[in-house]
C-alpha cells in the first residue's frame, strides 16, 4: 500500500474555467480548492503573495480571487500586478474588513466584485459563475 | 470611554436622586437593543459551524472581541440602571472572557492537575492533552458508542512537567531545532545526540506527584479485572494529519507495578532518529513535540487482527480487507504472523469476495508472569478460519461507522474476546490517497451526466458527501428497525434521531435549523445533514439509491462513486481543522443556555457559565427593575395607572410611555383602556375563544395558575401583587416581557405610519422539560411562525422570529395570531410526548387560528 500521485486531470481539451485564490489564512485556501474542484474548476491556491504573483506571470488565469490584508505584498498591490499583466482576467477580493477606500481603490483597479467574509460557499460560487456568464466562459 | 460616565453618572445619582425615569427608561431599552444585538451575533457564530460558511481565524478572534465588548457594556448598563456595582456580574464575565482568551491562545486550562484523563472523557476536543491516536479512541467510545478497552491517558502536560522538571525540555528542543537545520554530514552526530536524549529520559526522575497518580491509576485499571496494562504512545500529530505508524513505542503486558519504566520507555521513543526524520520530512520541526501515553487495560483475545477499510485492488471494486489470526495482534500489525486475509464488499451487505484461510501455527498470548509469549495453537484450530461471517459482517460495519467518522479510510486495529465481543483497538487514517480514491476521470466530470433529484433547496448543518438507500422517517414511526446504511428523510428534525445518527450515512430534512438540537448532534457525528429541504419527503422515494453533496447542496440519483471516494480523499478534514475546532470549543463558552428558571437560587451572577446566560441574566434582571420603577418611581407612581386587569390572568405591569393608555384611566387598567394598537390586537388573540382550552389534555385555570405561582412565594401570589409581566407601551409600539411558568416569552413590534418602519420581533425560549421536548416546542414554534411570513432562527432551544415591512393590517394580524400562540403554547412541552405530537399541535393551531382570524376580518 504505497503512497500513489494523484490522478492526472480530465482529458485534454476540454477547457474549464481557471481559478487562482491567494489568502494567507490557509483555512480559505483548503476550504475554496476542494469546493471548486468539485464544481469542475481548475484551482490553484496559494498562501503567499509572492508566490501568487510569480505563478500569475508565469500563466493567466480567468478568475483571481484574493483577500485583501496581508503580510507582504498586499492584496491591493496584488490585484493592480494582476490586471496589469492580464487585462481579461477577472479578480475577486475577499475581505474581513472592507472599507469605503479600499473598496472604492479596488474598483478602480477593476475588481469585479467584492465578497465579505466569512461568506457562503454559494455566494463565491454565483459570482464566479458570473464572471462566466459576462466573459462568455460558459458553454 | 466607559468608566468616566460611569462615575459621573453614580456622582449624578448620589447628588440629586431620583434620576429622571426618562433616563433609565432610555438604558432599559439600551439593554434590550444589546441584548437583541448579542444573541444575533451568538447565533451567527453557531452558523458558522454548519458547514456552509468559509470563515478564517480573523473571524473567530473579531467575533469574540466584538461579543466580549458587547456583553461588557451589557453588564454595565444593568448597573446604571439598577445604580448597583455588580461585582458579582463583571466576575462572571471576566472569568468567561479569561476561558474564552486560553481557548484562542490555544492553551487549554488543565483542569487534571494530576495530568490523569481517564478515557471516559476523552474526545478529540481534548487532542491536545490526550494526544490524536487516544483522542481517536476516545471517540470511538464517547462519540460513537463503540467498545475499546479500559482505561486513562497520561496528558501531554504531563510530559512537559516531567521534562521540564528533569532539564530535558530546553535539551529536547535544541535537538529538534538542530535536526532541523542538520545536514547530511553531521547525521552521525545527531543520531547520537536523540540516542543520549533517550537515554536520559529512560533514567530521568519523575515528578512525585506525578509518579504518584499515574501509579494509583493503573492499580486501580489493573485491579478491576485485567491485570495487565497496554501502555501506548498517543504523541502529537501522531495518527493525525501525519501518522507516525509504528515509530513509537508500544509496551504490551505491563504490570501495574512497572507502569513508570513503560511511561518512561514510551516517552523515550518520541526522539527516536526515525520518528525525528519524519519529523524534518513531515516540516514538523518547527512545533514542540509532546507525548501523552495512553495505559489500557489488555484485552484476553481470542482473535485480533487489522482492517483496512480501503485497498487498491483492481480485481475487485472497493473492498476493505481484514487480516486475522488467533490470539493477541502485535505480530499480526508488524506482519511476523501467518493470517487469514478477508475481502469484503464496503457497501452492505458487505458481501465476502474471498477468504484466504493461513496455517497460524503459533499465537501471541499474555503471559501470567506479565509480558507476552508465543505459544503453539492447536492443530485443529491453525488451519481453520479464525472469524466467521457474522464476525466479519460486524467488523465492517463497525469499520465503515468509523470512516465515516473520521472521513478517511483507515486502519482499524480490532479484537474479539473469548465471549465474543468486538474491541476496537485504535483507528489510524490510512496514508493511501488519491489514485485509489479518484479513479479514472476527474470529479466534476464524473457528476455532469447524473441525474440531479434536488438542488441549491436546504442548508448544510453538517458538510460531507454520502450514498445510501432513502428511508423516509414518519413522524411517530419506530426508530429501531431503522435500515443499518441508509439515508434518513424525514419532515422535521429531532434530536430523537440522535439515536440512529451511528447507523445513518447522511439525514435530509424538510423543516429545521442548522443551529438547533439535532444538528448539533450531527455535527459530533459528522454525518452530512441538509436541513429545510422542502419536499424532500415527496421528491425521494424510499428504497431509492442517492448521493448526498451536503457541500454543495446536490442530491444526485444512485450512487456516484468517484464523489465518495473524492471526499475519503481530501487531505484536510474541515472538522479538524484548527478554525473548526477553536470556534467550536469558545461557542461553548458563549452559546449554550444554562440559566433557565430565574426564581431558583441558581439565576445568580455566580452561576453564568457563558456570555448567553449573562445575557438571560440582565435581561431579566432589568425587566424587574422596570417593573419596580413603575410601582416605585415618584414620576410613574403618582401619576400613570399601571395594572392591567386582564381576563386571563397574565399579571401586566404596563409602563405607558407615551399614548398607549386611555387618558384619565383609574390605577387598575381594563383591556378597553389600552390604546396601544400592538397590545390591543395581541390580547384579543390571548383572549380569543379556544385558543387557551383547545389543548389536548384540558388544563384547567386552576393549574395554570399553580404553573405562575408555584415558585413564588405567598404574598407574591397574591392576586393584588402578581404583576410580575411588563409591557412598555406607546400608542404604536409595545415591548413585553412575558414569563408563563418556566416560559420566557419576548414581543417587540413597532407598528408606525411608514410601512418600513413595521417591525414585530417574537423570542421564545426557557422551560425546564427535557431536552428533546424543548426541541419539539421550538421546532413545532417555530413552524408556525414560518408559517405566517417570519424569518425563523432557532439556536438551542431559543426561538426568534422576525417580521418585517408588511403593511400594518397585516401586522396586526400577526399580532393576534402570536396572542393566540402565547397561550397555545404555554406549558406545551407537558404535552410533546412524540414528534407526531408536534405536527398535530401545528395544524390545531393554524386550523383554530386561522378561523378565529377570519371571523375577526
Redesign the interface.
Known sequence: MTNEPIAPDAPAGKARTSILVLDDEAIVCKRLKPFFQKAGYEVETFGDSGEALARVRERRFDVVITDLKMEGLDGLAFLGKVKELHKDTDVIVITGFATLETSRESFRKGVFDFVAKPFKLAEILDVVRRVEKERGLTP | MELPSLTDFFARWRAKPPVPFSVLFKKFKSILERNNAILGLIGDMGD?LGG????????IL?SCEKLGDQVFKLVSDLSLLCQRKNVGLFTAFERISHQIREELAGRRVLTRTDHILPLCDLTHDLADEGGNKMANVGDIRNILGFTVPDGFVVTAGAYFEAMERAGLRARAGALCDRFERGDSANWAGLAEAAAQLQKDILAMPLPKGLAKSVKLAAKRLAAEGGQFLAVRSSAWGEDGESSFAGMYESVLGVAAENILTAYRTVLASLFCEQALRYRLHRGLSKEEPAMAVGVMRMVDARVSGGL?TY??LLEHDQPMVVSAAWGLGKPIVEGTAETDTFLLGREPPHELLSSEIGLKTTRLARDAAGGTRTEDVPADLAASPCLDKDQLVLLAKTAMSLERFFKRPLDVEWAFTSEGELIVLQARP???????C????????A??DVPVLIS?KGVPAMGGVSAGPVHIVVEGADLADFPYGAILVTHHSSPRFARIMPKCRGIITEMGSATGHMATIARELRVPTLVGVSDATRILREGQEITL?A???VIYEGVVEA?CR?ELG???V?EE???YRTLKRVLRHISPLTLLDPDADSFSPEKCKTFHDIARYVHQRAVDKLINLSEEHREIKESAPHRLVTKLPLGLTVIDVEGGLRRGAPGEIREEDVLCRPLRALLEGVNASGMWETCAVAVDMGSFMSSVTRTMTASQSHPTTLGRNLAVISEEYLNLHLRLGYHFTVVDAYLGESVNDNAVLFRFMGGVTDFTRRSRRAGLIAAILERYDFVVKITGDMVTGRAKKHPEADMLDKMYMLGGLIGYTRQLDARLGSDDDGRRHFEEFVQRINALREARQ
Open positions: 458558522k456552509d460558511y468559509i470563515f478564517d481565524r480573523q473571524y473579531d483496512y485497498v487498491p490510512l496514508s493511501i490517497k488519491p489514485k485509489i479518484t479513479p479514472g476521470p476527474d470529479v466534476a466530470e457528476t455532469k441549491g453533496d457541500d454543495h447542496i464523489l473524492y481530501k487531505e484536510d474541515f481543522s484548527w478554525e
